[in-house]
């Protein structure tokens, strides 16, 4: 038994084991996958004694907040806050779909404050609403959220109370996720190597004759795909994010399709074409479960 053999042999085992894990991975639940996310981080509060909800414009009765009637009256300034441009609290007032949030944060080691809102509910155009124990209420402008989940920063060290409503207070910040969108691309280039070059040693492709060619092409059309899903994560909602996902994977086939047939020379152009679909479709299904599990 030759070394090639039992490489093969390890590599059909490495394939079965990812097969079964996409088979078997729980991602088919109607309420699965990536819900947008949203956390803001107050600065400049030196105490936790406010309450702060997020400004819509979808008007709703249904709120779905649990709180009592007397903690509604006592946050009523809130509550009842209704602006020129239709804004309204999303929490306190409802929103068409969910959004799961509370009006209180969690004090931070820093002295910050974290506020976490989550669900289908969170919306891209907002306005930040703080009410303060004395009855203060501070209002920010209107925020656009660019990144599907989110971290923000509200930065109300240098504002001055000098009524009690003031608007267009503070400083909202967008952070973007560098770190996290490095390791998701590092992650999805070396599983869609893996897979990809355990496949074609499967289908009789030799690492002498091929590895470069593969090897090349896929880190190639892997930075075009990542760099294609990190813009429209930061452009569009998350059903044309997924639309442009399937369509980008269809032309890297169609370019995989191409290179192959020009470069790869130790198979004929069918089994060529048979390896570079199954291979494809093997990482498109990676790339689903990666994305519904994050």
Do not use: C
């Amino acid at each position: 038994m030759n070394n090639n053999y039992k490489l093969k042999k390890w590599l059909q085992i490495l394939f079965i084991g990812i097969l079964f894990l996409i088979l078997f991975t729980p991602i088919v639940s109607a309420d699965t996958g990536p819900k947008p996310s949203l956390d803001i981080i107050v600065l400049g509060m030196d105490t936790d004694e406010y309450w702060l909800d997020l400004l819509v414009k979808n008007n709703s009765s249904r709120s779905w907040l649990e709180i009592t009637k007397e903690e509604r009256m006592k946050l009523s300034k809130l509550t009842e806050y209704y602006d020129d441009e239709g804004f309204h609290p999303a929490l306190l007032g409802g929103t068409y779909v969910p959004l799961a949030g509370k009006l209180k944060g969690e004090k931070q080691d820093d002295g910050s404050f974290l506020h976490k809102f989550s669900y289908v509910g969170v919306p891209e155009l907002f306005k930040i609403a703080i009410l303060k124990q004395d009855g203060t209420l501070i209002i920010s402008d209107i925020v656009n959220r660019t990144q599907f989940q989110s971290v923000m920063t509200y930065d109300l060290r240098n504002v001055k109370i000098t009524e009690d409503i003031v608007l267009s207070a503070g400083k909202v910040s967008e952070m973007i996720p560098w770190i996290n969108m490095l390791i998701y691309f590092g992650i999805r280039l070396i599983l869609t190597l893996l897979i990809e070059i355990a496949i074609a040693l499967m289908f009789g492709f030799t690492f002498k004759k091929s590895f470069k060619v593969l090897l090349i092409t896929n880190i190639a059309t892997q930075i075009i795909l990542n760099g294609i899903i990190l813009f429209s994560d930061s452009t569009v909602n998350l059903f044309t994010g997924i639309l442009i996902f399937i369509i980008v994977e269809f032309l890297i086939i169609i370019v995989e399709l191409i290179t192959y047939l020009k470069f790869l020379t130790e198979k004929s152009k069918i089994w060529i074409a048979v390896y570079t679909i199954i291979a494809n479709l093997m990482s498109i299904v990676v790339g689903f479960m990666l994305f519904f599990i994050s």
